[in-house]
């Protein structure tokens, strides 16, 4: 008996969770972690719509958002780690060589 | 009036919820990594109420387990410690919450307020059949009408092995490595 607007209320509160970590956090894993919040999110409100309008394709697409997921958070591990290597930081406001 | 689903939903929404703030409030990554563990779990119990058993079993391997065991991992590994905050940092912290909290209550009032969906409750539609989120079903769809992006997707997989194994492994030859190494 959970109304629609419930869960997209709810993925609305993680996604904006999401952007506020993306925004004021200053480690590189946590503000990765936030886009993975984010991400999730978007996960429940497909899955909503799914069950709402009894298609299918929706949990299809949650499908390809967990792969994509995957592959960015393995892409975006190594690329930490290789600017751990360069730079011997975390914190993003010390990584600003392309700052004028 | 509260139906014992609405008590599930409120129950996994709080702990999504909670885990999503706590990830905020944290200041050593680990603990954010655990809340958002918390988080993982609790939508995959959300996945469970409205029908979806494959999604909420894969989000429980595939997230909760994989990527976020490769997350505590990278933490470990570069011993990431308590962040420190700048003056841009605290700029970000004043402009970012208010905006982004009066663009959520809009939403989510625009959402309440116009959506109408108040009569159409999830789960409870009558022409809704017993194997709707049956893993068989998705397969079928997964592997007939979205076999190309299935197979795209793959790809995806395969160069994103390739390109963290090159981005990863430290090139012996260049010279950054070579005063990364001497730093060591």
């Known amino acids: 008996m959970v109304p629609l607007s419930y869960y997209l209320v709810l993925s609305g509160i993680l996604f904006a969770c999401g952007v506020i970590g993306f925004l004021i956090k200053r480690n590189i894993i946590t503000i990765f972690m936030s886009i993975e919040l984010m991400l999730n999110g978007v996960n429940l409100s497909f899955v909503a719509f799914a069950a709402h309008w009894h298609a299918l394709a929706g949990q299809v697409f949650v499908f390809f958002v967990m792969v994509v997921a995957a592959a960015e958070a393995a892409v975006g591990l190594a690329i930490i780690i290789a600017v751990y290597r360069t730079r011997e930081t975390l914190n993003v406001d010390q990584v600003n060589l392309l700052k004028l | ?184």
């Open chain 2, 1 to 184: 009036m509260l139906s014992v689903h609405l008590i599930l939903f409120l129950a996994f929404g709080a702990v999504a919820v909670a885990g999503a703030v706590n990830l905020l409030a944290q200041t050593h990554p680990i603990n954010s990594a655990l809340s958002l563990i918390a988080v993982m779990a609790a939508l995959a119990g959300e996945y469970l109420l409205l029908g979806a058993e494959f999604v909420a079993a894969v989000q429980v391997i595939v997230y909760a387990g994989a990527v976020m065991v490769l997350f505590v991992f990278v933490i470990m590994l570069l011993n990431a410690g308590v962040e420190e905050h700048t003056k841009g940092s605290r700029v970000a912290l004043l402009i970012g919450i208010p905006g982004t909290l009066i663009g959520s209550i809009l939403v989510a009032w625009a959402f309440l307020q116009h959506s109408g969906t108040e009569a159409v409750a999830v789960g409870v539609m009558p022409g809704r059949t017993s194997g709707w989120g049956d893993p068989a079903v998705i397969g079928q769809l997964l592997f007939h009408e979205f076999l190309l992006p299935f197979e795209v997707t793959s790809i995806l997989i395969l160069i994103a092995i390739m390109g963290a194994v090159v981005l990863a492994s430290r090139p012996p030859t260049s010279p950054v490595a070579r005063s990364a190494r001497g730093v060591d």
